[in-house]
């Protein structure tokens, strides 16, 4: 992993366990690839206010040294329309090549618009002239809700019945 160098320890982000564990071949280090440039975006796409979108998954593997990397404390930066809703990177330290560790996040704006944040996964401690950690963007719009239905009204007739003979029927 080119963008890593000589790190005791660095990770890879993606929308995979795949794309983590790869994240960090023909980069190289620098801050377009350091902690606060994301490195890819998850897209909630659209979303009616007052509502909760699906969660979407964020994998978090270590890409070089030993094959484990030690991560910071987990932010969220932006708008509170996002949030961290669990995974097992807030739980599990170290993290693993082979086993990558997950954030699941939501989009639940409360207001009509375009949205943006990102999710900030450090390393513990942040390497020194390399890799720091990784972020992600996240991106979402606020939809109006659809309005509610009018009420309609029906007028019902209230004629007297024609009386009928069905004697020839039986």
């Known amino acids: 992993y080119a963008e890593c160098g000589t790190q005791t320890q660095c990770i890879g982000v993606g929308a995979t366990a795949t794309g983590a564990q790869t994240a960090g071949i023909g980069h190289h280090i620098g ?4 902690l606060g440039t994301p490195l890819f975006t998850l897209a909630f796409g659209n979303q009616v206010t007052g509502t909760s ?3 979407q998954t964020i994998f978090v593997a270590a890409v070089t040294g030993a094959g484990t990397a030690v991560l910071g404390p987990i932010t969220l930066v932006g708008d509170a329309s ?13 993290v693993h090549g082979g086993a990558p560790c997950t ?5 639940n704006p409360t207001t009509p618009g375009a949205k943006a944040a990102r999710i900030d ?9 390399g890799i ?14 659809p309005p509610a239905a009018a009420a309609t009204s029906m007028t019902v007739r209230s004629d007297t019945p024609t ?4 004697a020839p029927f039986v």
């Open 31 to 34: 801050p377009a690839f350091d």
């Open 121 to 129: 996964i450090p390393l513990n401690p942040p390497a020194v002239g």
């Open 163 to 166: 009386p009928r003979n069905l």
């Open 103 to 107: 954030i699941t996040v939501a989009f």
């Open 82 to 94: 996002f949030s961290i809703t669990g995974g097992t990177c807030l739980t599990t330290n170290p």
């Open 132 to 145: 720091s950690g990784r972020s992600v963007s996240l991106t979402g719009t606020g939809t109006a809700a």
């Open 53 to 55: 979108s699906a969660t």
